[in-house]
């Protein structure tokens, strides 16, 4: 296994091209020597024109990977794009095997063909694209109706493309009767102009289409049309996916009986879009349950501003309900679990491309040691969870709990006793043994609200008044007695 490396700054096609010191200037330069199972990186973040960037020959060789530089070998992740400048019917013909990661696609005018295509009609097995971006073009985008055991498609975006004339159906997705996996994309701002238009057209019994958006149905092409149908799916799965404002006038999934379609958001702004679902409503065939179906926005950050992450808002919505989905990662490649636990930490995944994380993690702090006061000191970016800040300490009268600040002190570390635990969040600081604090590290409490601390210092200095001044009441009033006892009876003694 050989590695080219191509760099629109640093390149000549003169070079080997296997050192990132004297790569290649044109991805044509190394496809045109690589063999079975050899890598394409490029290094650089430049927009690759002309014809030694796109249109590449045929060449049977199978195996090939086209990616993007990781920072793995620049030392910075890079994000090139290929242009097609308007006129470029696809970028290269794939064989078996080949797996593109990390580019971007724009300005093709594919017709039929795809952006991506395949070589040959038959023999292919499998076919990998990942973190792709497929953007500004016209007609097909993915051709793979020849790829005949596996495509996957993970964590791409597609939008902005539309067809060129009503001539072309323009799908998105074209994989025939053969079986893909697409996850965590997002799809929007796309224009049909014939009604045989479909997102993704994937007749198989193993096909499966999770965690995905889709968004917007672009009107503002010429001669806009509404789709016969948004999907086609056989007996595959349609799950965990949000669609929002792209109507169909029949079905929006035609699916075969088998198909599952199940756990997903979808519908429009009725105020402004009216009915969204066609004549044979949403689904025509396979079984269809726990569906939602909204009647505006389902909590996106900024529909119009194409921002389609979720707010709080998509609670029981979209957020916290995609039950029994196991994907481990989102549309931004981070595990879904841990931005979950940034959320509601319900265990539950989210519809759609992105996993919500509404708080930031709360950076560790430095403790400073006072000798006597101490300072609170909090990161008010972050929101701590009550819930999650519990001790199981507890009696009739007393909570120990946690509070939202960190305490560090040359002397005994306090205790933080919440009382009457019915009647609010009242706090007061009680002294307890170095080392010892209601069940925590012994130097650091978090969680609770700010206002319990304020509390607990108010609650602290007013329990210390009173039992100062009822002491010295009683120990006076005490003294007073005893003296004057004793000097009667030394009087009369």
């Given amino acids: 296994m050989a590695r ?17 010191d004297a790569p290649k200037l044109t991805i044509n330069g190394a496809w045109s020597i690589v063999d079975e199972d050899d890598l394409i990186v490029i290094i650089d973040s430049e927009t690759y024109l002309g014809s030694s960037n796109y249109e590449l020959s045929s060449r049977i060789i199978e195996g090939v990977v086209v990616e993007a530089d990781d920072g793995t070998y620049s030392g910075t992740a890079q994000t090139p794009i290929i242009d097609g400048e308007g006129s470029a019917t696809y970028f290269l013909r794939f064989d078996e095997d080949y797996t593109f990661r990390r580019l971007t696609f724009q300005n093709f005018a594919t017709a039929d063909n795809g952006i991506l295509t395949h070589r040959t009609a038959s023999g292919l097995t499998t076919l990998t694209i990942t973190d792709c971006i497929f953007r500004n073009s016209t007609g097909q985008i993915l051709d793979l109706d020849q790829v005949d055991t596996l495509t996957t498609i993970e964590r791409c975006q597609f939008y902005n493309n539309s067809a060129p004339s009503t001539v072309y159906t323009s799908s998105q997705v074209n994989s025939g009767t053969n079986r893909i996996i ?88 009725s105020s402004v879009s009216g009915s969204w679902s066609g004549s044979a409503g949403p689904f025509n065939g396979g079984t269809a349950a726990n569906n939602q179906f909204v009647t505006s926005d389902p909590g996106f950050v900024s529909y119009t501003a194409n921002d389609y992450r979720l707010t709080a808002v998509a609670r029981s919505i979209a957020v916290d309900s995609a039950s029994g989905s196991t994907e481990t990662v989102d549309i931004t490649n981070q595990n879904r679990l841990t931005l979950d636990k940034l959320a ?24 400073p040691q006072i000798g006597s006061d101490f300072t609170i000191n909090r ?115």
């Fill in 4 to 20: 080219y490396f191509v760099s629109k700054l640093t390149g000549n096609d003169s070079n080997a091209g296997t050192s990132i």
């Fill in 182 to 269: 697409i996850k965590n994309c997002l799809f929007y701002n796309l224009g049909p102009r014939n009604i045989g238009f479909n997102i993704i057209d994937s007749r198989n019994d193993n096909t499966s289409i999770t965690h995905c958006t889709f968004a917007k149905r672009d009107a503002s092409v010429a001669n806009p049309q509404i789709p016969t149908r948004l999907f086609r799916i056989g007996r595959g799965d349609f799950k965990f996916n949000i669609l929002y404002e792209f109507e169909a006038s029949a079905e929006t999934i035609a699916a075969a009986t088998g198909a599952d379609i199940q756990y997903n958001v979808l519908g429009n702004d």
């Fill in 344 to 367: 509601y930490d319900s265990g539950i995944l989210d519809m759609g491309c992105y996993e919500t994380s509404f708080w930031s993690v709360e950076t560790p702090e430095s403790l």
């Fill in 379 to 493: 990161n008010l970016n972050a929101k701590t969870q009550w819930n999650r800040a519990l001790d199981t300490a507890t009696d009739s009268n007393h909570t120990v709990e946690q509070v939202p600040f960190s305490v560090a002190m040359n002397g005994p570390i306090p205790s933080i006793i919440r009382t009457n635990p019915n009647s609010g969040f009242s706090y007061k600081l009680e002294t307890g043994t170095r080392g010892q604090s209601s069940g925590r590290s012994p130097n650091k409490m978090t969680g609770g609200t700010p206002e319990g601390g304020r509390r607990g210092r108010q609650e602290t200095s007013r329990t210390g008044r009173q039992e100062t001044s009822r002491t010295g009441r009683e120990e006076t009033s005490r003294t007073g007695r005893e003296e004057t006892s004793r000097t009667g009876r030394t009087g009369r003694e």
